[in-house]
């Protein structure tokens, strides 16, 4: 089934796990009118193999770019690539995808120091946030972009312009009774705490563009950060955010969902 997004279309941290599925399927089930740009660290390295893979299998359909979030001129020198190659056009969906978690789980209190926490934080807020904020005037230009395909009136959606913040359930300051022991992890879930209040005032800032802000957890996947005794395949999750995304609207901007849709609770 086609995917309801088109455009251009940015995906962080794109050379494994979910970022590359991400890049794999949008290639796979979008129309002729969507371009994927895949921004990883190291667009030439081993670790990139699967992805410069891909490229060869969708010709036309996928631009690498490098970015690395943890740095502020890596991140200045890909909006300027991304701001000459996408034109008039401008930018559709953002999809803030990397992130580090780190000590490695269960990271316990007495096993987390302050490097992890700024480091953490470094990649999966700064990061985000310099990176939407740079490429705000790439957005709003696709929110005014008139399309033939477009939502009506002032609707908000991934098909008019959407920053797609993925976070986790472990964010959640409601749920973190049931989830504490499952991996403590105070970096990770404290950065993604500020990555949800991110998504919230960013979705306040930018409503009168015509951009919606949404976080989704992609739930418990089979990647190098879930490991391998999680339940989902990178595959069932990531048709579960994209089917989310293409029905996003007003109601769900500021809002942490999952990959099935479902509102998780601040
Ligand atoms: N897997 C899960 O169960 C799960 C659950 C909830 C939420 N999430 C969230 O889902 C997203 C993807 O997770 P994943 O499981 O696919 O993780 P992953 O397998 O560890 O992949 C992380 C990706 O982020 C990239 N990355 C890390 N630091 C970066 C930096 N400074 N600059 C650019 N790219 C960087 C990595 O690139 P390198 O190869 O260069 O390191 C890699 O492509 C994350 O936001 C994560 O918090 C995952």
Redesign the pocket.
Known sequence: MALRLDGNILV?????????ELVKQLAEKTGKGAHVYA????PQGD??QVLRNLITLHPGKITVIQ?????ED?ISAAVEVLRQKTGAGGLKVLI??????KPDPPAPLSVTGKKDMMEVY???VA?PFILTKMLLPLLQRAAKTPSADKDHGDELSCRRSAVIN?????SSVEKCPETFTLAQVYP?RTS?AALNMLTRCQAEDFKADGILVAAI???????????DQ?P?S?QDSVLGMLNVMSTLSSKDTGMLLDWEGSRIPW
């Open positions: 962080t941290g794109a050379n494994r796990g979910i970022g590359l921004a990883c660290r190291d670790r990139s970015l690395d979030m943890a740095h890596s803030n995808n990397a992130a580090i978690n470094e990649t999966n990061g993925v976070s986790t359930i472990f990770y993604k957890h992609p739930g418990w996947v089979q990647t190098d950060m879930g490991g999680a989902l990178t």
